[in-house]
């Protein structure tokens, strides 16, 4: 009987790799590198989601040695302060100037280990409001998923 339970109990700690993993028993995880987004399922400020997949799509570089306090990096030179969890949940976000938009980005997610890869995924809400007056305040939504492709 014993040696059934070490078993039962080996089993379900080892996993399999192609499974979904999230959470630590270890604190946060290095969530460092360069990760290739996708940004889909947008709505919003009448079908124009350019204020976010401009500088979202395609890149972000996720870089800091303290999980609370992270750097969250897009294209253009965008970047904003965040953080990471011990229970693999990550926010970021932040105020900026991108042409003619102001925008106030808040974005949650999760991490998990997908294929032994880091994933994270999640879903932005960005206030926008164009500067020259043509299109009014409106937030768009969108979910990003992002996988690690380099660790830095």
Request: aromatic residues 12%.
């Amino acid at each position: 009987m014993r040696t059934l339970c070490l078993i039962a109990l080996f089993a379900a700690a080892c996993g399999s790799s192609d499974t979904k993993e999230t959470g630590s028993l270890f604190g946060p995880p290095d969530a460092n590198g360069t990760y290739n987004t996708l940004i889909t399922g947008a709505t919003g400020c009448d079908s124009n989601y350019a204020p976010v997949t401009d500088w979202a799509q395609g890149y972000m570089g996720i870089s800091g040695d303290d999980p609370s306090a992270l750097t969250f990096s897009f294209r253009d030179g965008i970047s904003f302060e965040g953080w990471v969890s011990d229970s693999w949940t990550y926010q970021f976000g932040g105020f900026f100037t991108y042409g003619t938009y102001e925008e106030s980005v808040a974005h949650t997610g999760v991490l998990s280990m997908e294929d032994e890869q880091m994933v994270a995924s999640g879903d932005f809400e960005v206030e926008v409001r164009d500067t020259s007056g043509t299109t009014p305040e409106c937030t768009i939504t969108a979910r990003m998923d992002a996988t690690r492709i380099s660790s830095d």
